[in-house]
Every structure is written in C-alpha cells, then in structure tokens.
C-alpha cells in the first residue's frame, strides 16, 4: 500500500516538472522573440528648420474714439417746436438741429430794433449838434450811452434766438434723437449724439520700458472683432506726455482712416506697433514641439545605416530646445537646432527616442504666421 502511494507521488512530480519544463522553453522562446522584435516605424509628418525674418511688433489693447464726438445738449430751457434731422443721418457743420419756441424773443425783437434805430438817429443829431458846437459834451455823452444800451438789447434777443435754434458744431453722423416735438427741455438736456467717424482715434497703453522704441509716425496695425480677418493701417498721431504714476503705463493715439464708417467710437481694438527692425529667427511649427516641466523638446529625423546591406532608415533623436517668441502656427528655436534639420510636425507625445518613422506630409496641416481659422 506505501509502495503503490510512494509510486503515485513521482509519477505527478515527474509529470509536475514535465509540464515546468515545457512552460520555461515556451517563455524563454517568447523572451527571445520580444528582444529580437523590432516595432514598424511611424508614420509622421515633418517639416525643416528653416531662418525667417519676423516683424518686430509692440502688442496692446485699445479702444476707439472719435475725433470729435459731443452729445448735442439744449443750451437754455423751452419747448421743441421742431426737429430737423433723422436719427443715424449724415449733417454738415451748420445745419440746423432742433428749434425751441421763440415767440417771445421774436415779439420782442421788432420793439428792441425800434428802439436801436431812434437810438441811432439820436445819436447822429447829437453828434451833428456837437460838431456845431450847440450841444454840450455831457449831452452828448448821454445820447451815446443810450445807443449802446439798445444795441446791447437787441443783440442780446437775438442771442436767445439763436441759442435756441441748435446747429450742427461740426460735421459727422447724429445718433438716436432724444427729444421729440413739444418736449421741454431744460438747459443741458441731451438732444442726439453727434460723432465725426472718418478719420478715428485708436487710444491705447504701453509699459513705460517701451518708452525709447516709439515715437509719432510709426506705422500700427489694427484688428477687431466687427471686422474678422481685416487688419486697418494707422499712424501713431500723439504720445501723451507723463506715465500713469498708478499703472506707470504710456498713453498712446494713433489715427486710422474710416471712409466706410466701419469702425465706431467705444470699440475693442487689438494694436500692432510695428517697429522699423526685423527679428531673425530659426522657425519650426508649434505643433513640433514636446512641453515638458524640467525641458521642452523635439524630435528629430536623423538617417540611420540599415542592417545586413538594407537601405538606410529614419530614427527619431529627441533634442531638448529653447524657445522664444511664438508667432502665429511658428515658434522660434534659440538654441539646440541647426538649420535645415527635420523635425516631426505631429504626434509628438507619442513618439519616443530612437524610433523608427516614415514621413507622409500628405496630411500635413499648412502652417502659417498669421493663421485665419474658419469660426466653425
């Protein structure tokens, strides 16, 4: 009985490492095999290092201001007896506004002008007389007195006339009429907005370290959200003396022409000053590059011999960079590329060093400094 169980137990550790055995050279076979595999190279798009010239720019935000804008007021209460103008219509300097009632001052203008005229002819006789020698000077000098004091009357009726007839102060575009007939007005109520559009301001900020790199005549580029992919050009016009002591930032005005009208007063501006100087880079797409906390890299395509008489293949090298200034789909490299060596343009994060690659730039992206993307 022990013997028949001492025989069944190295029967099963005999088959126990049988089955050990088997499974070592089966895993020994694939660990073979997994140093011997060599993955497909990637497929990737590249592109050269290549030298550029950039425009060297000052970027700020601004805002847009008329040349002359006033919101036309009534200089002196009384009633709208008519309103001569159309809300968003165009006037010349001059063009009659709005007119208050006036029947008072014109009832009493033919009085004044009554008085203005025997005034005169009083004065004419006395100064006849006195020539003469028949009127005495202080006789005289009442007449004289009495002329003025009239002239001063009349001309002091048809001032209230004419401040209560509102003219255009200049030409340009009236906004939204904020009276109506019969209104009345009290003095400094608003009547319409009045706004010269053609040509425009652009008012914006600058650090004061930018101080030395602008000055009147520079050339700026404007571009706003009311007109996409439109760039207006423009002339710094007027730098404002002092620095904001809270901000310590330079105030700026450049003036921009506006024939069509397109561009309004209290509007957003992004500005480009653009600088005399060129900047020298060497560019390579954004896209090529790997961001990474302690470096950031690229990896470039190197030509390697290829084994046993093989045509030569690409491997990836990855090189760590120091960028500069980004500028559209480019960034500029300072340091660690030459030029003309290619660099994958896509898939960065999940390319690895020494790696095989195929370059298709079939599906490549077109880069470009200043991109315009449809707004899907």
Same mark, same amino acid.
Do not use: C, H
């Given at each position: 009985?022990?013997?028949?169980?001492?025989?069944?137990?190295?029967?099963?550790?005999?088959?126990?490492?049988? !089955?050990?055995?088997?499974?070592?050279?089966?895993?020994?076979?694939?660990?073979?095999?997994?140093?011997?595999?060599?993955?497909?190279?990637?497929?990737?798009?590249?592109?050269?290092?290549?030298?550029?010239?950039?425009?060297?720019?000052?970027?700020?935000? %601004?805002?847009?201001?008329?040349?002359?804008?006033?919101?036309?007021?009534?200089? !002196?209460?009384?009633? =709208?007896?008519?309103?001569?103008?159309?809300?968003?219509? &165009?006037?010349?300097?001059?063009?009659?506004?709005?007119?208050?009632?006036?029947?008072?001052?014109?009832?009493?203008?033919?009085?004044?002008?009554?008085?203005?005229?025997?005034?005169? #002819?009083?004065?004419?006789?006395?100064?006849?007389?006195?020539?003469?020698?028949?009127?005495?000077?202080?006789?005289?000098?009442?007449?004289?007195?009495?002329?003025?004091? +009239?002239?001063?009357?009349?001309?002091?009726?048809? +001032?209230?006339?004419?401040?209560?007839?509102? &003219?255009?102060?200049?030409?340009?575009?009236? %906004?939204?009429?904020?009276?109506?007939?019969?209104?009345?007005?009290?003095? @400094?109520?608003?009547?319409?907005?009045?706004?010269?559009?053609?040509?425009?301001? =652009?008012? $914006?900020? *600058?650090?004061?370290?930018? !101080?030395?790199?602008?000055?009147?005549? *520079?050339?700026?580029?404007?571009?706003?959200?009311? !007109?996409?992919?439109?760039?207006?050009?423009?002339?710094?016009?007027?730098?404002?003396?002092?620095?904001?002591?809270? /901000? #310590?930032?330079?105030?700026?005005?450049?003036?921009?022409?506006?024939?069509?009208?397109?561009?309004?007063?209290?509007?957003?501006?992004?500005?480009?000053?653009?600088?005399?100087?060129?900047?020298? =880079?060497?560019?390579?797409?954004? /896209?090529?590059?790997?961001?990474?906390?302690?470096?950031?890299?690229?990896?470039?395509?190197?030509?390697?011999?290829?084994?046993?008489?093989?045509?030569?293949?690409?491997?990836?090298?990855?090189?760590?960079?120091?960028?500069?200034?980004?500028?559209?789909?480019?960034?500029?490299?300072?340091? @660690?590329?030459?030029?003309?060596?290619?660099?994958?343009?896509?898939?960065? $994060?999940?390319? &690895?060093? %020494?790696? %095989?690659?195929?370059?298709?730039?079939?599906?490549?992206?077109?880069?470009?400094?200043?991109?315009?993307?449809?707004?899907?």
């Amino acid at each position: 009985m022990i013997k028949r169980i001492l025989l069944t137990l190295l029967g099963l550790l005999l088959l126990a490492g049988l !089955l050990a055995g088997i499974k070592a050279l089966q895993i020994g076979k694939m660990i073979g095999q997994g140093k011997g595999f060599v993955p497909p190279p990637e497929t990737v798009t590249a592109a050269a290092a290549r030298p550029d010239s950039w425009e060297s720019t000052l970027s700020a935000v %601004g805002s847009l201001s008329a040349v002359q804008g006033v919101q036309v007021s009534a200089e !002196l209460s009384g009633k =709208v007896t008519q309103i001569a103008f159309q809300s968003g219509s &165009r006037v010349r300097q001059g063009d009659l506004l709005l007119r208050q009632d006036t029947s008072t001052e014109e009832a009493q203008l033919p009085g004044a002008e009554a008085s203005l005229l025997l005034a005169r #002819r009083n004065l004419e006789r006395a100064r006849r007389l006195l020539e003469e020698k028949v009127l005495s000077q202080a006789e005289f000098d009442t007449t004289d007195a009495a002329f003025k004091e +009239a002239t001063a009357a009349a001309d002091n009726i048809r +001032a209230l006339i004419a401040k209560k007839t509102v &003219r255009a102060p200049f030409s340009g575009r009236l %906004g939204i009429r904020l009276v109506d007939l019969g209104q009345i007005l009290k003095e @400094g109520d608003g009547i319409v907005s009045l706004q010269s559009l053609d040509p425009i301001f =652009v008012d $914006f900020l *600058l650090p004061q370290q930018q !101080l030395s790199q602008v000055r009147t005549g *520079l050339a700026v580029r404007v571009t706003t959200d009311a !007109l996409p992919g439109k760039a207006l050009e423009g002339k710094i016009t007027a730098i404002n003396p002092e620095v904001d002591s809270a /901000t #310590r930032n330079l105030r700026l005005q450049a003036t921009l022409s506006n024939p069509a009208e397109l561009l309004r007063p209290g509007m957003f501006a992004s500005v480009a000053v653009l600088l005399p100087e060129r900047i020298e =880079v060497l560019a390579i797409p954004a /896209t090529a590059v790997l961001y990474a906390p302690y470096s950031d890299s690229v990896f470039v395509i190197d030509e390697a011999p290829g084994n046993d008489g093989e045509e030569q293949k690409l491997v990836l090298r990855q090189q760590f960079v120091r960028l500069g200034e980004k500028r559209g789909d480019f960034v500029a490299v300072l340091s @660690g590329l030459q030029e003309g060596e290619r660099v994958a343009t896509t898939g960065v $994060f999940k390319l &690895r060093n %020494g790696q %095989g690659v195929i370059i298709d730039n079939a599906l490549s992206p077109e880069f470009q400094l200043e991109p315009t993307p449809e707004n899907n």
